[in-house]
């Protein structure tokens, strides 16, 4: 027995020298076993987990699809490292010398790995963004078509920048992992008392804004959310929110981002701070204005968004308010940016602000002489007959006076389509000549009396 085990480990030991390249038996069963593992594990463990995400309706056949992809690339790279391993194949093509730290070796497997790594990251940005992610905002789009909501393209523009977010803190977050373990992190200078100033920092900073970017997200569309559809906040006061929240989160990761990630002293900051308020002072008042405007808009929302305003002579529908301007939408769909120092200084008329419907006036005069009960009746018939005009408050007729060549008549209506209320009256006037016309009601032309008085 022993001289078979002998034998057999004789044969394990068998090589071959190949110039410098030492081959044996047993590195040539460890690469074939180590093939095998990665074969089966791609087959039939990626095969059975994927068929089962798919029958679960976990992900579609092109999801399906693309983590296969994904798996077989990052298990290809794990077998070639551990073959470059075993075979003692991991050549060394570059080394970097440096002075005041070791020495960097650029093996073949590191950039194997390197590449697993960001294989990896976009193997967890899809888990996360495209499975988790989507299959919130589904059933969110679902729970908003039951109570008839029109969110479609909100949760569009919100799922697409979640994932873009996911992204990005995934892959920054591999990046930092390959410098930091493979020795690549380059420095740029030594700060005295704080550390070292590197690649990292940077891309640390840059990973502290990302996450605050998160942070707001999930906060927002998770947290807020599920309170505002508890409370029925109203999406004015849902804007605000979110907008004060997320100052309120970029702030403090900036400064948390220059404290300890760019070893900015906030000394200096707060420093300048101070003299940017005196030029501001000085020499940016508007613009000071505008940014506290904002806020006080924000915190006060005497306009929110959603609100229909004229201000300035122009009317439309707030879309964003920011931080120095807000964006009105205007009734041939172009966007005007407007001061917000405007809404706080000018006169606004806010048509929805206290209730979601106007009263409007639809001028008419008719000859001397007409049934001016007749008149009344036809108005209330074209208003009743719109199907933009409200039922409840009723509409109503006001007499106005006894002009100079008409019986001059004010017909009010009550509709909810302020956007459009000019179209509305257009159509009203429409009707209102026609039935005019029908009733024998004369619609008067300005009649003037000219004296010609003798020549001297």
């Known amino acids: 027995m022993k001289n078979l085990l002998q034998q057999i480990l004789d044969f394990l030991n068998y090589s071959w020298e190949l110039g410098s390249w030492n081959l044996t038996v047993k590195k040539i069963l460890l690469a074939i076993l180590l093939c095998l593992v990665a074969i089966l594990f791609t087959r039939y463990v990626t095969g059975w987990l994927l068929n089962y ?78 499975i988790l992610i989507d299959k919130y905002f589904a059933n969110r789009e679902e729970r908003e078509r039951a109570r008839e909501m029109a969110m479609a393209t909100k949760s569009d523009d919100d799922k697409s920048s979640a994932n873009k977010t996911i992204q990005y803190v995934v892959y920054t977050i591999a990046l930092i992992l390959i410098l930091k373990s493979f020795n690549l992190d380059y420095e740029f200078h030594n700060i005295d008392g704080k550390g070292h100033f590197t690649i990292s920092n940077i891309l640390q900073a840059v990973l502290t804004i990302l996450v605050a970017r998160l942070i707001v997200w999930i906060t927002t569309n998770l947290v807020f959310y599920s309170y505002y559809r508890r409370s029925n906040i109203d999406q004015g006061s849902q804007y605000a929110i979110n907008q004060i929240f997320s100052y309120v989160v970029y702030v403090v990761a900036i400064l948390l981002a220059l404290s300890n990630n760019l ?3 906030l000394d200096i900051i707060l420093g300048g701070a101070a003299a940017l308020m005196v030029g501001i002072g000085l020499g940016l008042q508007q613009v000071f204005s505008d940014l506290v405007s904002g806020l006080i808009l924000l915190f006060e929302r005497t306009v929110e968004v959603g609100d229909v305003v004229e201000v300035g002579g122009i009317i439309g529908t707030i879309t964003k308010i920011g931080i120095r301007t807000s964006v009105v939408q205007v009734r041939n769909n172009t966007s005007i940016v407007v001061p917000n120092s405007k809404f706080t200084a000018d006169n606004v008329i806010n048509w929805s602000h206290n209730d979601d419907k106007v009263r409007f006036v639809v001028s008419i005069g008719v000859a001397y002489g007409s049934d001016t009960e007749l008149v009344k009746n036809t108005l209330l018939k074209v208003a009743n007959e719109n199907p933009d005009v409200l039922q409840r408050p009723a509409s109503f007729v006001r007499f106005v006076e006894f002009a100079d060549s008409s019986l001059n008549f004010e017909l009010h209506i009550w509709s909810r389509n302020f956007i459009r209320i000019e179209d509305v009256k257009s159509d009203l006037r429409f009707q209102i000549d026609a039935e005019f016309r029908r009733n024998n009601i004369e619609i008067p032309f300005p009649q003037r009396v000219v004296w010609q008085g003798e020549n001297p």
């Open 263 to 265: 070893y900015v002293d």
């Open 53 to 130: 995400l798919k029958e679960k309706e976990i992900i579609e056949e092109k999801g399906k699809r693309k983590i296969r992809s994904i798996l077989r690339i990052i298990v290809g790279l794990a077998t070639i490292v551990g073959l470059l391993q075993v075979l003692g194949l991991d050549y060394t093509f570059y080394t970097m010398e440096r002075e005041d730290a070791p020495a960097i070796d650029f093996h073949l497997s590191i950039i194997c790995i390197a590449f697993m790594v960001f294989k990896f990251a976009q193997l967890l940005d899809w888990v996360i963004a495209r």
